[in-house]
């Protein structure tokens, strides 16, 4: 059973779609609009949780490349995203010297997952191995 190989990060580009689902509050939306601030989740033991934040785009990008970077062996990597295909681009194209371009998987978010995340949200998926 694979499952427990499974981990994910995905980087948000704004606030707004999980202020207006409810997952965060008005205050915490707005303070991290003027902070410009990216947050990161992660899956952990079945739950989704946050796993941090950054203030950069670029940054985010950058997190979620030293994520898929710190496995020690991979049998799958998938790469999705919501209506930022040049950045989940981008994302490839760095990942591309050390994982071979075929066996990187590209995809869009569904709108179902959109409608709730918002544009702007890659997502990197890893079948492997931390250790």
Do not use: W
Not at 43 to 54: N, Q, S
Not at 65 to 81: C, L, Q, V
Request: charged content about 25%; glycine content about 8%; aromatic content about 6%.
């Amino acid at each position: 059973n694979n499952i427990p190989r499974v981990d994910f990060l995905a980087a948000f580009d704004t606030l707004e779609y999980l202020k207006r689902g409810g997952r965060i509050g008005k205050a915490q939306a707005f303070l991290g609009s003027i902070l410009r601030m990216n947050p990161l989740i992660t899956l952990r033991d079945g739950v989704v949780e946050p796993a941090g934040r950054t203030r950069s785009r670029a940054k985010a990008i950058e997190r979620l490349y030293n994520f898929a970077t710190s496995f020690s062996h991979i049998d799958g990597i998938a790469i999705e995203d919501a209506a930022c295909p040049d950045d989940a681009e981008l994302l490839v194209e760095r990942l591309s010297p050390k994982f071979p371009k075929e066996r990187i998987y590209r995809s869009k978010m569904t709108p179902v997952i959109g409608t709730h995340t918002g544009p702007g949200l890659i997502l990197v998926a890893i079948l492997g191995d931390r250790e």
